[in-house]
């Protein structure tokens, strides 16, 4: 390819990434934003406020009724998913006029589809007087929409664009299945969590089996996490694409075991106070929370294996852009399992 030409491409492909600088950070807003919903809906479940209304989507028959009492964080948590929703909705639109990658303008749409079946959900755990199943669904959902953002801010970045292929080391157990052991084992955790808070209210003991389960689950996760992020530390300390997100994930982790001790502390003494009080809501909302940034955490890291290591990602992150290991096109930063034939 003659010079110019060259030059030519590698500035169309600049270009591209600066027009997608705007997207990738809406796409944050949203992750952010859907991190603050997930948090208002802890603040809801410690309140013990989810009937504090028993209709939806109205709140005693008003658009905005007055926020006193528990309505204020249950209509507090609708306007939030509300305001989340209208966000996904822009996202998902700029996604599928902007976006080249037919499987990120899928995720998009998925991301719309979730929000919508959250808030149907929502509507149910209302309706239906807050049943278990519906109520752990709710926050399952709530989770993996969290995921979807993420990922679609992760897939957006520059970091993701200009990643280059690494070598693995070979006879050792690839890193995208440590990784990926330890996110499904974290997701599994959640959905144990959201049984164990949905299953009584702050009056009422937990039951024994459920918390016995949530401690068998942290000591997996704590297995399975630590495991892939210090073989992630100790096999490339150099790269920094993989091991900030193994560093804070580690960090993630550590607090939310001491969050998770001191959550049953206060959740233990709750039965004997005359209402939900301030530090039991917070410990139990902290400990919500930071599960939900050690899963996102976590996927980014896992996102991240795949697309660097043992050619699962090979090559450019742009369509028509040579590979620097194969020589081969890539397909836009599509997840790939193994390289294209015909390769190197």
Known sequence: MPIADSQKSIGNW???????????????????????????????????????TPDWPLSNGQFFPKMVGNLFWEHGHRMVATTVGMLTIVLTVWILMKEGRSWVRKLGVFALLAVIAQGLLGGLTVKLMLPLAVSTAHATLAQLFFCTTVSLAV????????????????????LRYLCTAALVTIFLQLIIGATLRHSATWDQHLPTQLILAHIGGALAVTIALGSASITMLRRYKDEKFLTRPAVVALSLLAVQLCLGV????????????????????????AHVACGALVFVTTIVLTLRTYRVLNGAFVGAAHRGRPSSTTGGVTQHGRPRSAPPTGGT
């Open 262 to 285: 001191a959550a049953y502390m206060t959740r233990l003494a709750s039965p004997s106070d005359p209402q939900p009080l301030n530090p039991m809501i917070a410990i139990t909302v």
């Open 155 to 174: 897939f957006t970045s520059r970091s993701w664009m200009e990643a280059r292929p690494l070598p693995e080391v070979q006879g050792t157990l690839p």
């Open 14 to 52: 600049q270009s591209a990434i600066r027009m997608n600088r705007g997207l990738n950070r809406y796409a944050i807003l949203v992750a952010c934003a859907t991190f603050f919903l997930i948090i208002a809906g802890a603040l809801v479940t410690s309140n013990d406020a989810g009937l504090a």
